[in-house]
């Protein structure tokens, strides 16, 4: 396994244990560079109107399109080091 992918799935741990919650936008913004990350461009339908929180995460991710897997999770990495720094 990469030096990359260690650190990704390392900093997946981590952000478990964060102190305090983040707000909604930094949780959408950690959520979206996860799935970029681990399965790449967004898939699957977007929820419906009555899915709120679906529809946020589906758009926060699908925002993210063409991005590289190995960039989203240097991306991840960086911002749960900045959180639990």
């Known amino acids: ?5 260690v650190q990704f799935e390392q ?3 981590n952000v478990q244990n964060l102190s305090k919650k983040p707000d909604n ?10 799935k970029q990350g681990s399965a790449g461009d967004a898939t699957g339908k ?6 709120f929180k679906g529809r ?3 758009d926060a991710w699908a925002k993210l399109k063409g991005k590289s897997q190995d960039e989203a999770k240097q991306e991840y990495i960086n911002l749960v080091e900045k959180l639990t720094g």
């Not at 396994?1 to 992918?5: G, H, I, K, P, R």
């Not at 977007?46 to 899915?51: A, H, K, V």
């Open 1 to 5: 396994m990469s030096d990359l992918n």
């Open 11 to 13: 900093a997946s741990k």
């Open 25 to 34: 936008d930094t949780l959408l913004k950690l959520y979206s560079l996860f």
């Open 46 to 51: 977007r929820p419906g109107l009555t899915d």
């Open 56 to 58: 946020a995460k589906y």
